[in-house]
Nanobody, 122 residues
Framework: QVRLVESGGGLVQTGGSLRLSCAAY????????MGWFRQAPGKEREFVAA????????PYADSVKGRFTMSRDNAKNTVYLQMNSLKPEDTAVYYC???????????????WGQGTQVTVSS
């Protein structure tokens, strides 16, 4: 019954922007911290960003800090990832997940989306 659905991926040029969305269904959205992860071909999954349930704390991976911004709209059961100044190394499948943030570390829980592809051309 619980589903997370990512959207907004696509193909952009280096330096361009994309806005990813993750809509949640079947859960009390405001009760969860949320996070974004990504996985490039041949590489392990890596943390990108997270946001606490009230949207007041947003830790980021060093590789995206200053370029990506995470936000949430609890009334719409949706979180967003605004991605600016994109680089080819940002190319990956991006996944959202529910979880918990403690001591600045986001730990994903049981619910994941199926991912959305982001490709940045060089």
């Amino acid at each position: 019954q619980v589903r997370l659905v990512e959207s907004g991926g696509g193909l952009v040029q280096t330096g361009g922007s994309l806005r990813l969305s993750c809509a949640a269904y079947g859960l009390t959205f405001s009760g969860y911290d949320m996070g974004w992860f990504r996985q490039a071909p041949g590489k392990e999954r890596e943390f990108v960003a997270a946001i606490t349930w009230m949207g007041r704390n947003t830790p980021y991976a060093d590789s995206v800090k200053g370029r990506f911004t995470m936000s949430r709209d609890n009334a719409k059961n949706t979180v967003y990832l605004q991605m600016n100044s994109l680089k080819p190394e940002d190319t990956a499948v991006y996944y959202c997940a529910t979880g918990t943030t403690n001591w600045g570390l986001f730990r994903p829980g049981d619910y994941w989306g199926q991912g959305t592809q982001v490709t940045v051309s060089s």
